[in-house]
């Protein structure tokens, strides 16, 4: 497998158009994958905001005075009333917030960023990522390219480890699982439980040549990678009655 940096993308502003930009500087051929990093398809959708746009309801402000208190650092109420308007559920309130997106990621502040936005103060995720990965993958196909399998990418924790990793928020082009399940694995024992999610290892792959800060790129190529003969599913997120972490978590209450 091969990944290439696309070099050169200017600053992306509200309009630019993704596909193109990424058509005249990259050597795409059929059987490609694309990976977008979501900063750039919300700064190209204008998704970007300012505070002061968000009036504090006084769920906002009890959020924040909490948080606060924890701590020991101001908080500012306009953004945790941010982050519940990008919401559909807040899972974890302290010692900080943990959501559920309306497209169904799940996130830290809702995947709201602070940085990478000089004319704003925050920059709010797409709206519906798998829907910018189709439209940058029918505007390739207009400037030409065919063929091409498109993921939106963003970086963000893990439970039980440190760091970050790249995910996949929207794809388009092929199958976010790969499904071995009744297959066979070397000893002849039928696989079970084996369902690989395929757009979140490529966005993983694919975060270790964009980079982050300032020296990185936000697109990347991904070539001679195979779906193989496997089935293929879209349902990457758990249905709320088959996650058990969430379960618990809405019984969970963190003591201050």
Same mark, same amino acid.
């Given at each position: 497998m091969e990944l290439t940096p696309v070099t050169d993308l200017p600053e992306i502003r509200p309009g630019d158009d993704i596909a193109t930009l990424v058509a005249d500087r990259a050597d795409l051929e059929a059987g490609d994958v694309l &990976?977008? %990093? *979501?900063t750039v398809v919300s700064k190209a959708e204008g998704r970007m905001a300012d505070l002061e746009?968000?009036?504090v309801s006084g769920r906002a402000e009890e959020i924040a005075n909490r948080l606060e208190g924890i701590t020991g650092e101001e908080k500012d109420p306009r953004f945790a009333q941010a982050v519940l308007e990008e919401s559909t559920e807040l899972l974890i309130d302290a010692p900080f917030l943990l959501t559920e997106t309306r497209f169904g990621h799940i996130n830290v502040n809702a995947g709201i960023d602070r940085s990478n936005v000089p004319d704003h103060d925050i920059l709010l995720l797409p709206k519906k990522p798998t829907e910018s990965a189709e439209r940058i993958r029918s505007g390739l196909e207009a400037c030409g390219i065919e063929d091409i399998a498109v993921i939106v990418t963003d970086t963000c924790g893990r439970p039980f480890r440190?760091?970050?990793?790249?995910? %996949?928020?929207g794809w388009a082009g092929m199958s976010a699982s790969r499904d071995w399940r009744g297959e066979l694995d070397r000893d002849g024992h039928e696989l079970g439980v &084996?369902?690989? *999610? +395929? +757009?979140?290892?490529? %966005? *993983?792959? %694919?975060?270790?040549v964009t980079g982050e800060g300032a020296g990185g790129t936000p697109a990347v190529v991904v070539r001679d990678w195979a779906f193989g003969d496997h089935a293929g599913s879209d349902e990457l997120f758990r249905a709320v009655e088959d996650d058990l972490v969430r379960q618990a978590l809405r019984e969970w209450s963190f003591d201050d």
């Open positions: &990976t977008v %990093a *979501s746009d968000y009036p440190h760091g970050q990793r790249g995910v %996949a928020l &084996t369902v690989q *999610s +395929v +757009v979140d290892e490529l %966005a *993983s792959a %694919a975060n270790l």
